[in-house]
């Protein structure tokens, strides 16, 4: 979800009142968007694109916590790939260079020679890499420096090659058989299986019964071993990250596999209970330490597990989580620890 331990970790607590600092900054130029048709892309984190007088507004968001949170749904693409156009190309930079990269060379395929773009982002996320990103492809500046972000001016004059399979990422493990794993950038643990989910899959065997909700999915690393060693078991795998779920259906197909993938921030699209819930779930926002999705997944697992039914998490092992799993648990087990990592499970 979503990376940075990205999996379903939000990028973005919530939908924020007080716009970011980032669309602060925007605010200042807001001749840009006069009469103009504007596409709103990358890591947006508030309403303000539903709230500037211009022609018409797109947004395009990789994110499923912000469509879930925005009050006009459907004013957001929720996806992988954007094949729109606009007059302005308005970028909120993030973190993830991969996934920065990857969403401007397909926004920049697309566009006509002379496209407009804003690029605004916070200094610490690395966005002054624009300019040395984008000079091979047109004229780029900067014309704004506050709130400890940097705003870029560019415009098109040399259209890049957008080939999405040259993103595509794959990889297997001894640790996980003859599984293979396909990722698209930005996702969680994307070109190697990270120490986490290696010590959390070898908690797993072939006894696995029921139904079994891989929350967070990423690539689809834990629900597909799951799948892989119980055929019988009905796998639902979860993430808010429009990249992670692409990279799961892929993860599946090209292994034979067959599971539900949904988008759901937390348990936000869950239905129904299960006989276990399964997660690694990241605890970086962004580029900041948050515990929003985890506390919710913790708090909330009790109403989607069935009597009897089993919550299994690995976390590195400094994290607070065996206190929130004995408030609302009882008591935990620990399966498997490591000098880093600590599996927990828990019994409803």
Known sequence: MLTYGFSFVSLQQRIRIVISSESQVLQRHLPFFTDKNVLFAGGISDAFPLQIECGNVQIWSCYFDYVNQIS????????SVFNGTADLIVYYWTKNKQE???QLMQLLANAPIEQEMLIIGENRSGV???EKLLEPYGEIAKIDSARRCGLYHFCLKNRPHFDINAFWKTYSSPKTGELKVYSLPGVFSANELDAGTDLLLATLDNR????????GCGAGVIGSYI???NPKAKVTMSDIHAMALESTRRTLAENGLQANVIASDVFSHIQGKFDLIISN???HDGIDTAYRAVNELIQQAKWHLREGGELRLVANAFLPYPDLLDQYFGKHEILAKTGKFKVYSVRN
Request: aromatic share 10%; hydrophobic share 45%; net charge neutral.
């Open 208 to 215: 696995i019964q029921g139904e079994v909700l891989d929350l």
């Open 72 to 79: 006009h749904k459907s004013a957001v693409d929720f996806s």
């Open 128 to 130: 002054r890499s624009a």
């Open 227 to 229: 799948k892989m060693l």
């Open 281 to 283: 779930p990241p605890f």
């Open 100 to 102: 920065v990269q990857f």
